[in-house]
């Protein structure tokens, strides 16, 4: 299997990391998915909030997604804008980039 990492860019605005699971309704209409993408990623923008990667998984969760937002607030609109349409469920992480995590360990006393 070949391994693949994602490279953040920039420390510009705080990442967050939103694991997914599809609802009844959307495997009901499982096979709009495909423009639902394009159209979940227009939701997103109108709130500011850049989608970096999406993966689709097997397992626990459907659906993982590294995006971008000017804060938390425009994150959570975003995700309830889109959520209210009862396709998917969501759990949001904050995320660190690997440089912010090393300035982060070195403030440590």
């Known amino acids: 299997m070949r391994m693949r990492f994602i490279i ?3 420390d510009i ?3 967050f990391v939103v694991l997914g699971n599809w609802t009844q309704k959307r495997m009901e ?3 709009e998915l495909p423009a639902n993408i394009k159209a979940g990623r227009s939701v997103f923008e109108s709130y500011g909030v850049k989608i970096l990667t999406m993966v689709f998984t097997l397992g626990r969760y459907d659906l993982i997604a590294i995006g971008e937002a000017p804060n ?3 994150i959570t609109k975003a995700l309830l804008s889109w959520g209210s349409r009862g396709l998917l469920r969501t759990e949001t992480l904050t995320g660190f980039t690997p440089a912010e995590i090393s300035e982060l360990v070195q403030g440590i006393s």
């Open 72 to 74: 938390a607030e425009a």
């Open 8 to 10: 953040i860019p920039g």
């Open 13 to 15: 605005m705080p990442l």
């Open 29 to 31: 209409t499982i096979k």
